[in-house]
């Protein structure tokens, strides 16, 4: 994180180390932060973890005159599911009390605000997405750092994000290695991201067990200029999730014009009635099929789609555009300002 503050020029940032024992995760200095800061709006990104718990017992809490929070689909209904019994007793404890508490919850899309009220919880729901900063699609980039493990012709089938069983990565492998040799032609299957519980070992040891592990390669975290090379090399993007709030991963490829194939759990609908992305099934025989599809259709087809998904880019995702509609929240939640559009009141 400390990397990354140069991009934050401008603001008073200040970063709190995370502190841990056993599964615990808790940042000492947050609480006497808050106190001392005085914020009029406090703006929470996730829950379940101790910035929820934070924000309920800090001395002067009482005086933040509006309280935001982002879920960012965790209260879906398969996050809810996960770790069960762990998120009831942090319910019970501090986050019931937190998001009641709270002058507005937002949402990615519309099935999130849904899930939220599936959830029982009643406050106003400000749907607005996840935004990206478009890419510069003309220019000189630099070389991928892994494209060297490649043949020079192959075709790359790019996933990138954390390596999470949610995500279904280990379908992709199964149906990637039932496809025969000729049905995968020259594609290659490219896996970057960050290890998540342990997960890579056994995405690893499952493209090896299927004797595809010259087709299935992964190339650890990319960030930076190694995200754009990364982007720049692929020729399609793959997120076969079981559970997504708005994936920023998906926005980012739509940003580098490119075909983009995905669930329904992805939540982007739009996309797939405006033509944008390819629609795929987690089911392991249904999403063999759909890669076959993809595989032998004509690439023309391919470009058009990634053409659209930029122009989506273009019009929904920027983050002038996301900014702004904060900004009307915010000022709403104060009373300064109308009810935004994006505003879901029961």
């Known amino acids: 994180m400390t990397s990354e503050l140069s991009e934050w020029d401008g603001l008073n940032t200040k970063l709190h180390p995370v502190r841990s024992f056993g599964p615990l995760r808790w940042q000492t200095s947050l609480r006497g932060s808050l106190a001392n800061s005085h914020p009029d709006v406090l703006h929470l990104h996730g829950l379940w973890l101790h910035p ?23 209260l879906d ?34 099935a999130e605000c849904d899930a939220i009220r ?8 400000a749907i607005i997405p996840n935004g990206v900063d478009l890419a510069e699609l003309a220019g000189p980039v630099g070389e ?39 049905e995968r032609g020259e594609w290659h299957v490219v896996i970057a991201g960050w290890d998540q519980g342990g997960h890579f ?19 650890g975290p990319q960030f930076g200029h190694a995200k754009r090379s990364t982007f ?27 075909p983009v194939l995905m669930t329904d759990a992805c939540n982007m609908p739009e996309s797939f009635e405006a033509g944008a ?20 259709m004509n690439p023309a087809r391919h470009l058009e789609v990634g053409r659209l998904g930029r122009r989506m880019a273009e019009r929904y995702y920027t983050w002038e555009g996301i900014g702004l509609q904060m900004k009307q929240v915010y000022l709403w939640s104060l009373g300064e300002g109308d009810a935004p559009d994006c505003l879901d009141i029961l």
């Open 52 to 74: 929820s718990l934070v924000s309920v017992r800090y001395p002067g809490r009482d005086a933040v005159r509006a309280k935001i929070i982002s879920p960012h689909g965790m």
């Open 77 to 110: 209904s398969w996050a809810l599911r996960n770790s069960r019994w762990k998120k009831r007793i942090a319910l019970t404890l501090f986050e019931r009390a937190n998001l009641d508490g709270a002058t507005c919850l937002h949402a990615l899309n519309r």
């Open 118 to 125: 599936e959830a029982g919880f009643t406050a106003p729901v």
């Open 144 to 182: 991928a750092a892994w494209s060297s493990e490649l043949p020079p012709a192959a075709k790359v089938l790019l996933f990138i994000g954390r390596l999470h069983p949610k995500k279904g990565i280990s379908r992709l492998i199964e149906a990637f290695s039932q496809l025969s040799s000729l």
């Open 201 to 219: 070992s056994d995405l690893k040891e499952l493209a090896c067990q299927r004797n595809i592990a010259d087709r299935v390669h992964f190339v």
């Open 232 to 258: 720049n090399r692929a020729d399609a993007f793959v997120l076969p999730s079981v559970s997504e709030g708005l994936p920023i991963a998906v926005l980012e490829a739509f940003s580098f014009g490119l």
């Open 277 to 296: 992305a390819f629609r795929i099934r987690s089911d392991e025989s249904l999403l063999r099929d759909d890669l076959r599809n993809y595989f032998s």
